[in-house]
């Protein structure tokens, strides 16, 4: 095309005569001739970021660039300088500031200059603005385009003429075209007069200057990629908006799978209407994608918003259909665990009601004699051992689950090929350490084979493998035995073979990664002896406490205070309506209470989503501070265990955080208390509103409770009820009265309650607010297979390759130089585009694969894309200098030859990557 008639770029050094050398003060004029940029037919991304690149490389060489334009409009031109300004304000090390002239080619207007004032200005306005926002993207504190690269819109923009008067070919020469060339010749070659602090370089210090610039040039690539500065802040605001779309969503969930529980508890619901709960949805999920629609179509940039539109509009798609999904099947548990427990609801209703018409009876033989506390307590206790053994007597016998022998008996049937394995089962021993002789194949081509990578692969030593497992594992079981704990469930023998899967799952996840190691079935044998029989101990005091939860004698033994006060009432000869309202206001407590703490359990994750910088960004932006709070500790263990499982160790942080924000008792207090005054404050006015009703209708107190218990959505179920449904309330408006009283005070003790609590109790929560803040930053954890660095992509399962900004030294992930043991400390951007090669464990020994053909090696390296530049980041050089000594003794490997760590690493600070983290 006309725009790239040139193909690259071509210099030329011209010889300037020595009459004029020492007027312009220079001996040699270097010209550099590059082709066209922006060309329609090469708008492909890769031709975007070679432009770009190309552009910045020039104006970068050159003491004055000229930018030639056809027509009057510089945006394109505009968009390629914006690129520049962000690139020089990243490329520190390259001290340079360089000029340019813009020259506006074929204006018809003899008075285009004049004419085009108001457009400099506002194209000098735009510069500045764009330069504003690159310096604070890259916290510097430059406020114009001249402090990044000298510019002045009045003398350093050109108009020139057509060249030709008329068309072509009789069409004459326009004179003036001549004199604009000439004028532009004269400004470019004084130079030295009208550019301040102008010195020309002498071709050693251009020869640096390229070096410099192209060496900063390579490290660039995540800049160039975008159009311009503005593409780049236009993302990642579009990102923290959807951000906040995903937890509006999030939170709705929430809010309706908290209803349906209450509703659940209450019997209101016996199944899920999913035609329902997606019209529940869609009054969230609705507004929110015409916000999302309205975003692209209203923001500043919508031409530039446009290439992510489907891509976000599918990933909110799929959160709805997910959060609609997970609401159905905890709505399916719930409802099946409500049914099973049917048979034990109406028999603590019927012993209730026994205890309550025990206490009745003898309460009305003792309210004459004026009986002292401690009197009416010692009345109540003989009572309650005759109502204890009376229910007692009626109890069907239990029998106690016999654990050991279950997890004894599952053992011997799954391993039953292994000698001896009923003794070693009896005779376990308490604690398991791996043996990489014992639980490691030491078959001659396994040993070969680990012997080989123990010199060309980048894994650490068997033991430290072994090792890491176990303790994965070790987790992961515990993890699953704290999920059926909270599950309140009692035993059952599926457990063990969960545990059982689980330990053979992640073995031969490990093996498979690995390819070059098999574990031994020893191994599998003696860690699953020792986690499963190490959990009966777990699984009992779990069974007991189902048991307890699930035995309405055990369940009604709890609650014996509160029959002690009510038969305290009875024989001070409380009214009907006392009893009524005290047993009810007894009732509504602890479900108050746990609504309260629901709430502000949603109230943490928004505010800490809303007004914590850790989270108030995305995912990058948390790592970034996990990165900043590791280089503040220097725990060597701890990075370890971020390296290598940043998923959990993200959770781990999450967790911190959440923990840390619940000691601020007051804070926490302040927003229980606000709650439970909130709904405190609803129930009374319920309680207004359905006493009128009933009062209207002239009922009693069965349909009051009816009413209320229809009205209200915290979890009360009109079948606790039933024992007070049938008390002689007449005067239903002293029923209110005494509600209103008793509420109140129940809200004030509540409240001294919360003050004297040094520290809240997490599991008070229904769900664990860090495991549902950490939902908001879910994505792709797959990691590099050279550096370890975790796929940056938002969507977990994505189709596309795995990418990420900033790769790191493929030291961390134990990469080094074939029989030297010596660290390759090169990060995985470069060696992609170098002449080396690497042997993957995949393949078959001595067969390695070139660098630049890395895909070729097979999986995991095909599903990745890396781009062949110098980017890197400082805090990964820092880190290796810093912990130099336990990377040593943790891979068994030396920072020596090739691996020498470079003498600018070590001049790098801790204040530094600090300051780059941001």
């Known amino acids: 095309s006309a725009g790239r008639c040139t193909r690259g770029a071509f210099m030329q050094l011209v010889r300037v005569d020595e009459e004029v050398r020492e007027q312009l003060q220079y001996d040699y004029v270097l010209v550099v001739d590059t082709e066209g940029l922006r060309s329609p037919e090469l708008s492909t991304k890769t031709t975007l970021c070679h432009d770009n690149e190309l552009a910045t490389l020039i104006i970068g060489i050159g003491d004055m660039t000229l930018i030639n334009i056809m027509g009057e409009n510089p945006s394109e031109m505009q968009d390629i300088l914006q690129i520049c300004v962000q690139a020089f304000l990243r490329m520190k090390s390259v001290k340079i500031k360089p000029s340019c002239i813009f020259v506006h080619q074929n204006v018809a207007e003899s008075s285009a200059n004049d004419k085009n004032m108001e457009g400099r200005r506002r194209l000098q306005e735009r510069l500045d603005e764009m330069t504003q926002i690159a310096a604070k993207e890259e916290h510097c504190d430059s406020t114009g385009f001249s402090d990044v690269i000298q510019f002045d819109v009045e003398s350093q923009v050109f108009y020139f003429k057509n060249l030709l008067e008329g068309d072509p070919p009789m069409a004459p020469p326009n004179p003036s075209y001549s004199q604009n060339v000439q004028d532009l010749k004269t400004k470019l070659l004084s130079i030295a007069q009208w550019q301040r602090d102008f010195k020309a370089p002498t071709l050693s210090e251009l020869k640096l200057r390229i070096h410099d610039l192209w060496n900063a040039l390579l490290g660039e690539n995540f800049v160039f990629s975008f159009r311009n500065t503005l593409e780049i802040m236009v993302y990642s605001k579009l990102e923290e908006s959807y951000g906040q779309w995903r937890w509006k969503l999030r939170k709705h969930a929430l809010e309706v799978q908290k209803t349906l529980h209450n509703q659940i508890m209450s019997k209101k619901i016996q199944d899920v209407n999913q035609s329902e709960l997606n019209k529940d949805f869609d009054k969230v999920y609705n507004p929110l994608k ?17 290439k992510w539109k489907v891509s976000i509009e599918k990933r909110f798609e799929v959160l709805n259909k997910d959060l609609i999904a997970e609401t159905v099947d905890q709505c399916k548990v719930l409802i099946s665990l409500k049914q099973s427990q049917a048979d034990l609801d109406n028999r603590k209703l019927e012993y209730e009601a026994q205890l309550l018409s025990m206490s ?6 003792l309210k004459e004699q004026m009986l002292t506390d401690e009197k009416v307590r010692q009345e109540f206790d003989k009572l309650w051992v005759e109502w204890v053994a009376k229910v007692s007597s009626e109890k ?5 689950a016999d654990i050991k022998s279950a997890v004894d008996n599952i053992l011997l049937q799954t391993f039953s090929t292994i000698a001896d394995n009923s003794n070693q089962i009896a005779n376990k021993k308490t604690h398991f350490k791996f043996n990489k002789t014992k639980h490691i194949d030491q078959s001659w081509k396994q040993w070969a084979r680990s012997t080989w990578n123990k010199f060309t692969h980048k894994e650490p030593p068997l033991e ?10 070790f987790t992961k079981v515990s993890e699953y035995i704290d999920e059926k704990q909270e599950e309140k469930m009692g035993f059952n023998e599926n457990f063990i073979h969960q545990i059982l899967d689980q330990i053979k799952s992640e073995i031969s996840e490990s093996e498979k990664s690995l390819q070059y190691i098999q574990f031994t079935v020893q191994y599998r044998f003696e860690i699953s002896v020792h986690l499963c029989t190490s959990a009966i101990t777990r699984f009992e005091k779990m069974h007991a406490a189902f048991m307890r939860a699930n035995d309405p004698l055990t369940y009604l033994k709890s609650k014996r205070d509160q029959y002690l006060d009510i038969f305290k009432n009875f024989c001070e000869g409380a009214s009907s309506i006392t009893f009524f309202v005290d047993f009810l206001c007894k009732q509504l407590e602890p479900l108050i ?9 949603i109230g ?27 280089a503040e500790k220097k725990d060597f263990d701890l990075y370890m265990e971020y390296i290598n499982h940043p998923k959990e160790y993200f959770a781990k942080f999450i967790s911190e955080q959440v923990e840390e924000f619940c000691r601020d008792r007051k804070k926490i207090s302040g927003m229980l208390n606000e709650k439970q005054t909130d709904l405190i404050e609803c129930i009374l006015n319920l309680s207004k509103t359905v006493t009128t009703a009933v009062m209207e209708k002239k009922g009693k107190a069965s349909m009051w409770l009816d009413e209320f218990c229809r009205e209200i959505n915290i979890g009360l179920s009109r ?9 002689d309330i007449a005067d239903l408006g002293f029923l209110k009265d005494m509600m209103a009283k008793s509420l109140r005070e129940m809200l004030e003790n509540v409240k001294k309650e919360n003050s004297r609590k040094p520290q809240f109790d997490l599991k008070m929560f229904s769900k664990d607010p860090a495991v549902q803040l950490g939902l908001i930053f879910e994505g792709c954890w797959e990691q590099c297979p050279f550096c370890k660095a975790v796929c940056t992509n938002t ?15 493929e030291a961390l992930a134990g990469w080094h130089y074939l029989f030297s043991g010596e660290f390759s400390i090169d990060f995985c951007t470069s060696s992609v585009i170098s002449d080396g090669s690497f042997i993957p464990a995949e393949k078959s020994l001595f067969q390695s694969v070139p660098f630049k053909k890395y895909k070729d090696a097979g999986p995991p390296y095909n599903k990745w894309k890396i781009t062949g530049d110098n980017s890197a980041k400082n805090y990964w050089k820092w880190f290796i200098h810093t912990f130099r000594s336990q990377l040593e003794g943790r891979f068994k490997l030396k920072f020596v030859g090739k691996g020498t760590i470079p003498n600018d690493w070590k001049t790098i600070t801790e204040a530094d990557v600090m300051e780059e983290l941001g």
């Open 719 to 727: 079948d606790d009820l039933k024992n007070i449904e049938r008390e």
């Open 593 to 601: 209470q746990q609504e309260a703490y629901d709430k502000v359990f």
């Open 464 to 473: 430290t493998i072994g090792t890491e497992l176990t303790k994965r594992i």
């Open 396 to 400: 069907p016998p239990e029998k106690d």
């Open 360 to 365: 009745k009876a003898l309460a009305s033989t």
């Open 290 to 306: 015409t916000e999302i629609e309205k975003y692209f179509k209203e923001q500043k940039y919508p031409e530039l918003l446009i």
């Open 604 to 630: 943490i994750i928004g505010e800490m989503k809303s007004n914590n910088k850790m989270f108030n960004g995305n995912r990058s932006n948390l790592e970034n501070h996990i990165l900043k709070q590791l």
């Open 795 to 809: 969507v977990a399962d994505h189709p596309d390759d795995h990418s990420v900004q900033f790769h790191r030294p």
